[in-house]
């Protein structure tokens, strides 16, 4: 059932896409009096459809694209002597055609959370909140840095008193690279430059903190240490060995460092404190190594969730925002990308997407529609990169020949096209291996 959910969310998730960065183009090219032969989604053979007027609207086998083909395309700019054709335009018009599609994904991506915050605007407090670190992974980026437990960050990269929100996505793009970092610590401040390294599995930058948070324990396992000692779902987790619990992170450092001796556990429940005694046991769980657990299935961040409703005024500055910084994400990743600093192993296809939307379906529409909004912008900027065969290739041929005011060569557009198709080819080839790779089990 999960792998239909998939195929299904990922076909309605990229139809809409699809169906409004096309209908950008086909709505351009009907204002500039452009003849659209075809309006379609999917390629391959056609499946249905209907015909009105000069143009075919219709369905095709795979779903997973679309296009509009509009009369004379094919000639790559070379005019046809038919004033109705693509290349019999000017320039500049056929320049707007070739925007509209990524213009249309971005309006997508602002209308999106706009409409959703209007009933439901949710954020998580912590990012809202002063960046105070709950744990430092031993050994990490932070921790040689001299960062520790209990630091709040008061600036970063010259930029003051930041949220755990700028502090993350600071953090995020800084794969391999320094990021300057100030810190306070029991009334001084301590400038500390972070180098940080990258994610293993999904190529981020990665500087081993975490936030400072309750932590919550859910899922315990029945006839487990955990369970046999008392412990419940829901339990807050404050304490282990009389050691402050502000991070779910440092949990299973400190029961593995138990070695199995006893553990005193203090949590709250129902605003009462308890103090329980647990004794780890050593086993693997799920195919994992094996290593001293005491049963609980998640041990995780409790976070306070903020749930209100906007104006629309306030729904679409919020939206925009939002967006500036997810475009902000996108374009610093390709940027290292270009760098080597980033791993491509954060590129998804269809598989990818698939399992991102299927887990956002499964979670409900608010989910969804912010992944859609992702999705959408990033559609929109990766189609106006300077790549021939997509928009941006398009715009960027087009200016060169509007500065240089003549046309290049048939030959030369050709094998400027072609040299697209085969990096386009490529890519797909590489975003399909990555989603299989990251969908095997790992060994």
């Not at 379609?40 to 086998?61: N, Q």
């Not at 910084?325 to 954060?346: A, C, D, T």
Request: charged residues 20%.
């Amino acid at each position: 059932m999960g792998l239909l959910e998939n195929i299904v969310a990922v076909v309605f998730v990229l139809g809409v896409m699809i169906f409004v960065h096309e209908l950008g183009h086909f709505l351009a090219a009907r204002y500039f009096d452009v003849r659209v032969e075809a309006f379609a989604f999917g390629f391959g053979p056609r499946l249905f459809g209907f015909k009105r007027g000069e143009t075919d609207y219709k369905v095709c086998l795979l779903p997973l694209g679309g296009y509009v083909k509009m009369s004379g395309a094919e000639h790559l700019g070379e005019a046809t002597g038919d004033e109705r054709d693509l290349p019999s335009k000017p320039r500049w018009q056929r320049l707007i055609i070739a925007a509209m599609g990524p213009v249309f994904n971005v309006i997508l991506a602002v209308l999106l959370p706009a409409g959703l915050f209007m009933f439901q605007y949710e954020r998580l407090a912590f990012f809202l909140e002063p960046a105070t670190l709950g744990y430092v992974d031993e050994g990490s980026a932070a921790d040689l840095a001299g960062i520790r437990e209990g630091d709040t960050v008061v600036e970063i990269n010259r930029r003051a008193t930041p949220t755990w929100e700028t502090v993350k996505l600071a953090e995020i793009a800084a794969a391999n690279s320094t990021i300057d970092v100030t810190v306070e610590r029991a009334g001084e401040r301590l400038h500390l430059p972070v180098k940080l390294g990258a994610d293993p599995e999904t190529g981020i930058g990665d500087a081993g903190w975490s936030e400072s948070a309750p932590v919550r324990l859910d899922g315990i396992t029945p006839g487990m240490p955990a369970d046999q000692a008392g412990l419940k779902d829901g339990d807050i987790l404050l304490s282990v060995n009389g050691e402050p619990i502000l991070s779910s992170r440092k949990v299973p450092v400190l029961i593995a460092a138990s070695e199995g001796k006893p553990v005193a556990l203090e949590v709250r429940r129902e605003g009462q404190v308890h103090n329980l005694e647990v004794t780890p046991i050593f086993t693997e769980y799920e195919g994992s190594e094996a290593t001293w657990r005491i049963g609980v299935r998640r041990v995780g961040p409790d976070y306070e969730r903020i749930e209100t409703s906007m104006g629309f005024i306030e729904a679409f500055r919020e939206s925009i925002d939002q967006n500036r910084k997810n475009g902000s994400l996108i374009l610093n990743f390709l940027v290292g990308l270009f760098e080597q600093r980033m791993s491509p192993k954060q590129l998804a296809g269809p598989i990818g997407i698939g399992q991102l939307a299927g887990d956002a379906a499964r979670s409900g529409w608010p989910d969804l529609i912010m992944l859609m909004s992702v999705i959408s912008l990033n559609l929109a900027i990766f189609n106006m990169l300077p790549v021939p065969i997509l928009d941006g290739g398009t715009i960027t041929l087009l200016l060169m020949e509007m500065v240089w005011r003549k046309d290049l060569s048939m030959t030369v557009k050709e094998h400027i096209w072609n040299a697209g198709l085969v990096f386009l080819m490529i890519l797909i080839a590489f975003v399909m291996y990555n989603d299989i790779v990251k969908s095997l089990p790992a060994s």
